[in-house]
C-alpha cells in the first residue's frame, strides 16, 4: 500500500534532448540554471569536466580517468560515441527523515566513450547537476576486451579555482574519529592541529577523508565534497595536488589500497560510486541538500514495519566514565536486574528502546581475534527473560554486537547473532568496530577500503533479512545508502561523546562544524544529553576501572553548557537518539523534559541561521505532531542571536518553552546553569537568544 501511495506522489518526467556522436563539448544545467556542468575530450583525448555556478568557474578544467593494474590504462584515446542529455523529476517519501518529502530534480549527461587504439574498450560516465550541486561516476559496461580489472588508482581531479576555507579531518584510512581543522586549501595537510591519530596505523596521510566541506574566500558560495553509494568499491580520500599545472587548489583522489597496492578489484559491469559536490550559496543550504540520498537507489525493503525511529537511553556511559566495565572485570553493569531498571526507566519517561552492551562473553580480552561469539550471556545476564520484559513494557531492547573489528569471524557468526536477536524480537543492533580491522593479528585490511566496504554492505544486507535495523559504530561513513536499505538507521564515524569520558574531550567547535561536514553524509549518533559535566559525582581516580586496552588516561571534559546538551538533539540529526548519562543524573531534573519531549523523526527541518564553526541554530517541525523544536549552539565565544519565528506556522499559537543558558554559565566555569522559560508566540515574533560561551539555547514550540 505505502509504495502505491508512493508511486502515485511522484512526478518523473523524462525527456531526451540529444542523442549524438560529437567532439564538442557537451554541458547540461540544474534545473534553476544556476549550475553548469561541461564535458569534452582534451588534446590526448581524455575526459575533462569543468564547473560553473552562474558565471564562476567553480571547477575549471579536470581530468576522469582510471589507472589500471594491466597497465593498459583508461585515462585517454577516447572518442564519444553516443551521449545522452535527460531531465529527471521526482517527488518522494522517506521511511524517516528530515522531512517528509524530497524533491529530486536533475539534468543529466550520459557519455559513451571508447578507445581508438587496438583495444577498443568502453568507459561511460554519467554527469548530473542538481539545484544544490554536481554528481558523476564511472560505470564500465560489460565488453571482450575488459572482464576482471584492478584498479591501481582512480585519476579524478577536482581543480578548485580559489583558496577556500576548509573544514576537514586527515585523509586517515583507518577512523574517522578527530576534530576538524579549518585552514585554506593550500594549508593542507600542513595545518592539521589534532594530534589524535592514536586508532591509526596510517601515520603518513597527505590530505582529508571526506566529505570536506569549503566556503569561497568572498563567502559567495559553499562546496562540500563527498561521495554517495559506496558499495563495492575503495572508500574516497583526496589529496592536494601541489604542483598542478592547471590549479593552484587542485585535490586528487585517493582511494584506501588493500595491503598489495590495489585500490579496487572488480569486473564489468562496474559502476563506482558518486562523486558528489554540493555547491550552494549559502551555509544554511548545505544543510538542506539532500543530494547524497537523491544519488541513491529507492528504498529495496518491503516490509518496512520494523523499522523505528528511536530514543533510548542505556548501559553505557557507566563503562565510559570507567566506574563500571563491559566484562566481569569490574561492577558489571549489564546484568539482568540493571537492564529491567532501564527498561522500566525507558517506559516511565516515554523512551522507545534501551541500549545493554557488555551483556554477550568476550570482553576481557575483546581486542583478540574470535574473542566473541555474540550469543553467549555473562552468567548474570538472561537475555531471553529482558528481552521479554522489555516486549511486555512495549521498549525495544537493543542489541550489541561490538567485533573489535574482527570482522571476518563477525562474518561467520552474523547469522547466528542476528537470528537470536530476531527470535527475542530484538530488532535494533548497534555493532561496533572498536580498534582497527587488523586486531591481533594484523591483517593487512585498512578500515575504509574495499574489502571492509564489502562487509559493512554485507551486514546491511544480512540485518534486513532478518528484520534488524543498524546503529553502526566505527562505520564505513555514511554514503546515502539509508535510502535503499532504510535498515541502517544510524552511524557514528564521528568524535562522538565517548571521547569527552576519557579523552580531553571534544570542543564547542566541534558540533559547531559537525552538521556541515560528517554530517552532510548522514545520521550521526552522536549520544548527547549529559547532565553531570564536570563528573564531580565520579572523581577521576574513582573510575579507573578500565580493562587494560581501554587505558583510561585522561579524566575527561564534557566543554558543554547543559542548555547546549539539549540542543544537540536538534542540531545533529539522526533517528536515532540517546539520552547518554546516568539515569541517576536524570531523577527529577527539570530540563530532563526537553530531551523527553523532542521527537527523533521530522517533517520538516529549516536553518535559521549558520556560520560554520561559530554557530548554528536549526528548527525541525516533528512528523507526528504540530510542534516545532529549536537548537542553538555557538563555539566558545559568547553570543546574541536574534531570530525570526517565521519557520512556525501561520497564523497558530505556541507556548514556547526555553531552555537557555543561565546568566553566569560558561562552558568551563559553570556549565550546569541553566533556566527555563515559558512564552506564548507565533511566527510573526522574534527569540533574543543569548549563548553563553560553548552554550546553547533548546526551544519547544508546542502548539496551542
Ligand atoms: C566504541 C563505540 O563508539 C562505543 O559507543 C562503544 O561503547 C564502545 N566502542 C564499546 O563497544
Ligand atoms: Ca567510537
Known sequence: MQRRILFVLSLIFISFSCTKKTDGTLSIKSPDKEISLDFKLCDARSPLYSVKLGETEVISKSSLGLDLKTNNDLLENFEIVNSKISNFKETWKPIWG??????????????????????????????????????????????RNLKDFTILDEKTFFHFTEDHTAWWIPSDYDTYEFIHNESTISQIPEAATNEQHGHSRQKNWKGTNTPITMESPNKDYYLALHEANLQDYAGMTVIPVKDSPYSDYAFEADLVPWDNGDKVRTSAPMQSPWRMLIITKTPEELLTSRMILNLNEANKIKDTSFIKPLKYIGIWWSMHLGVATWGQNGRHDANTENSKKYIEFAKEHGFDGVLVEGWNKGWEEWYKDDNFDYVTPYNDFNLEEVAKFADDNEVELIGHCETGGQFESFEKRLDDAFKLYERNKVNAVKTGYAGTPYGENKKPYFHHGQRMVKHYNDVLKAAAKHKITLDVHEPIKPTGLQRTYPNLMSHEGVRGMEWNSWSDGNSPFHTCVLPFTRGLAGPIDYTPGIFDLDFSETPFKERKLWNKIGGLDNPGGMHSTLAR???????????????????????????????????????????????????????????????????????????????????????????????????????????ELYEIIEKDVTSSDSLELNLAAGGGVAVSFDKQ
Open 565 to 671: 546538551q539539549l540542543a544537540l538533539y536538534v542540531t545533529l540529526y539522526s533517528p536515532l537518539q540517546m539520552a547518554a548519562d546516568l539515569l541517576s543524573n536524570y531523577e527529577n531534573h527539570p530540563a530532563f523534559k526537553f530531551i523527553e519531549d523532542v521527537p527523533v523523526d521530522w517533517s520538516e527541518t529549516e536553518i535559521v541561521d549558520a556560520e560554520i564553526g561559530d554557530y548554528l541554530v536549526t528548527a525541525r517541525k516533528d512528523k507526528n505532531s504540530e510542534n516545532w523544536f529549536l537548537g542553538a549552539l555557538t563555539n566558545e565565544e559568547a553570543r546574541d542571536l536574534s531570530i525570526k519565528l517565521d519557520f512556525l506556522d501561520e497564523g497558530k499559537a505556541y507556548k514556547a518553552t526555553i531552555y537557555k543558558d543561565g546568566k553566569d554559565a560558561d562552558f568551563e566555569k559553570n556549565p
Open 98 to 143: 528530515e522531512e517528509s518529502e524530497i524533491k529530486n530534480e536533475y539534468q543529466e549527461l550520459f557519455v559513451e566513450l571508447q578507445e581508438t587504439t587496438s583495444l577498443k574498450r568502453k568507459m561511460n560516465l554519467r554527469f548530473k547537476a542538481f539545484n544544490d550541486g554536481i554528481a558523476f561516476r564511472y560505470e564500465i559496461p560489460e565488453q
